[in-house]
């Protein structure tokens, strides 16, 4: 959706310097809301909100998230003042100023985000009106992209160490409406993570109506690709949330995770000094933080795993891991600063000390031997001390991990199925606690009691379906394209008589890919070019998954058979192949926004089409569209969807109408 923008001004008309009246109301219909219309950004005036109660409440609510403030300082009007001072305590960025004629001294003392407009007969100058506008807007604009340079606020710039207070934090009690939308959207964020429906989470995540939401829902989704193996489709929603919130330690951390797998992959362009890099600035700004030295940690500890792993033969592997005992060390210390840094962090604990056992078995050294007695049961306290009730597998799992180093091959099983007796059935913690497992296997150590929490591991996974994999694609083939034309259209686009030339060239297309019952096809099931496709993908024995903008009775009366009745019994057969459910965005995302603009609905339902399928994989997806070409395409439009999946894998498929019935192509 549009960043938000709160609008600080005089309401109705009010006397200017010289004693003119100036009609303030005015000045925002024909300039303000104008230029924030051009630069993108949906407007907000706290007068404009009509129902009872004090307009206080929403006025300090918008100056707290608002993605930007607006400030008209044309007179000294004190309401508007104080609504500047509060934005400057509460955001060091996001302000823009203006003033009508001459500007106020103080005026010119804030900041350099200030633009003057032109006066005259007590409104605004029809000789300079569309230059006026049009400056405003560039400003609105260069402030939006230079949301991360210097701060704007006199406040934050006289007190470099002043921190902005967390929005969340900042609720204010009366406005229940706000805040009643927030946790609604929130919980169908919570709801799509939990269903590992990661495409609806990005659709959630574009339409929260600040900034602020928006980071954090993009944060979580990259957290939520990331632990489902979509390492660059990951670091694409952390960078889009960073960009807002730069010093998000989270998104940090998620990011160098992301960066640190795709290195392992060993993807293009990536390498694992990028992770190491990464963390280690992170560590200059706060060289107190252990879940960062721990993340270093791992990155080290991939690095001489890397070394050694691809050994041929246990004999090998050892030998290999001896020499590079270097890079051993260099993991030990980071685990063990983190640990330092913070007692609590029991999974610094157990990493440490792993490691530590590992450089005795491999070396014979001893250095470590004193330390290690200690460590074991500071880890076994911090990890018996853990009391929050989403991190108690993990804790559990450590003193399993525990039990692998120095106890016996019965506690190990027990203590493992404590912790898997608490883990609720998520696969991927499973697993991750496996690999280390496997690592130790690799090296040969204490086989009888790596052995026994194998088997206990294995078990376990082997009961469950990967979230969401129950059945991983081939390749996924999304779609759009023009529905049929409408009697009456002026201008062909789609004619009826050309429905069988695109239905021929739809199935040519779809045979040159080979497509069949290991790929998956996206669409909404319209009229026209999405019939045609399911029709084709149907002979073909493509899986299919329905996506519509609007529950399925009103989908078909404004999509399939408001072209012709014909197209219904077309609609019914095909869907009746259909391996999973309809889906509507009503019924899956909650209703469109209430700010959004008519057609949003189609634009919003194109964009969560294309999120499910890159969700399965940037490499998977394969774009087919049936399109003119025309059209000034905004999100979730074909244009736009056509750009979205070149400019990642060029795997596009473009049937462009104006040439059916050629026969020269």
């Not at 499973?430 to 690999?435: E, P, Y």
């Not at 995302?589 to 890159?614: F, I, K, Q, S, V």
């Amino acid at each position: 959706m549009k960043p938000h923008a709160f609008v600080a001004m005089p309401f109705g008309e009010k006397p200017g310097p010289d004693g003119t009246l100036i009609d303030f109301n005015r000045i925002y219909d024909e300039l303000i809301r104008p230029a924030l219309d051009d630069a993108g950004l949906y407007p907000f005036r706290a007068d404009q909100e009509m129902r009872a109660g004090d307009i206080r409440v929403d006025m300090f609510q918008e100056l707290l998230i608002a993605d930007l403030v607006v400030v008209d300082l044309t007179i000294d009007n004190p309401n508007v003042w104080y609504e500047l001072g509060v934005r400057h305590a509460l955001r060091s960025r996001g302000v823009v100023l203006i003033s009508g004629g001459r500007a106020t001294k103080a005026f010119d003392v804030y900041t350099d985000r200030k633009v003057a407009y032109h006066l005259r007969d007590g409104g605004l100058d029809p000789a300079t009106l569309d230059d006026d506008r049009k400056n405003l807007c560039e400003m609105i604009a260069k402030t939006m992209e230079s949301w991360q340079g210097r701060k704007m606020s006199p406040v934050y710039n006289l007190i470099p160490a002043l921190v902005e207070p967390d929005w969340r934090t900042l609720k204010v009690g009366d406005l229940r409406e706000f805040w009643d939308a927030y946790e609604a959207w929130e919980r169908r964020i919570v709801q799509a993570r939990r269903r590992g429906r990661l495409g609806d989470m990005l659709v959630l995540a574009d339409e929260a109506p600040v900034s602020a939401f928006r980071a954090a829902a993009w944060i979580r989704a990259g957290k939520a690709l990331r632990r489902t193996g979509h390492y660059r489709f990951a670091l694409e929603q952390l960078d889009k949330g960073l960009a807002i919130e730069p010093q998000d330690r989270n998104g940090l951390r998620e990011k160098g995770m992301c960066l640190q797998r795709l290195a392992l992959r060993g993807e293009p362009g990536y390498l694992i000094d990028d992770a190491r890099t990464h963390y280690n600035a992170m560590l200059q700004q706060d060289a107190s933080d252990a879940e960062t030295w721990a993340l270093l940690g791992r990155v080290e500890k991939d690095a001489w795993t890397q070394l050694w792993r691809g050994g041929a033969g246990e004999a090998q592997r050892l030998d290999d891991a001896r020499l590079e005992k270097a890079r051993l060390r260099e993991a030990i210390e980071c685990y063990e600063k983190a640990f330092r840094r913070d007692p609590k962090h029991y999974y610094s604990g157990i990493n440490t000390l792993t490691l530590m056992h590992l450089y005795r078995h491999l070396t014979g050294d001893t250095m470590y031997d004193a330390r290690m007695e200690v460590f074991a049961g500071a880890v076994r306290f911090a990890a018996e001390c853990e009391d929050d009730s989403s991190a108690l597998f993990w804790a559990r799992a450590s003193l399993g991990d525990l039990e692998v180093l120095i106890g016996c091959a019965e506690s190990v099983q027990e203590a493992y199925q404590a912790a898997i007796a608490i883990n609720h059935d998520d696969w991927f913690a499973l697993d991750s606690c496996r690999g280390q497992l496997l690592l130790l296997r690799d090296l040969g150590f204490a086989a009888e009691r790596v052995t026994a929490g194998l088997e206990v591991f294995d078990r376990a996974i082997a009961r469950l379906p990967v979230p969401g994999r129950e059945w991983e694609p081939e390749r996924v083939l999304l779609f759009s394209g023009h529905m049929v034309d409408a009697p009456d259209r002026a201008e062909p686009r789609f004619p009826e008589h050309r429905v069988d030339e695109a239905k021929r060239r739809i199935e040519q297309l779809l045979d040159g890919l080979d497509a069949g019952p290991r790929d998956l096809a996206l669409t909404q099931g319209a009229c026209g070019g999405d019939l045609l496709f399911a029709e084709a993908c149907r002979a073909r024995g493509l899986r299919m998954t329905w996506l519509q903008p609007f529950r399925e009775p009103e989908f078909m009366m404004r999509s399939v058979v408001r072209y012709g009745e014909h197209w219904r019994q077309r609609y019914l057969d095909a869907r009746q192949s259909l391996g999973n459910p309809i889906l509507s965005a009503p019924d899956e995302l909650g209703e469109p926004p209430a700010y959004a603009e008519d057609g949003y609905a189609y634009e919003r339902c194109n964009l969560w089409l294309l999120y499910t399928a890159l969700v399965w994989g940037i490499d998977k997806v394969h774009f087919v569209c049936l399109w003119n070409g025309g059209g000034a395409d905004g999100p979730g439009g074909t244009a736009h969807m056509y750009g979205e999946v070149a400019k990642r894998t060029g795997q596009v498929h473009w049937i462009d109408t104006r040439t059916l019935g050629d026969d020269t192509e």
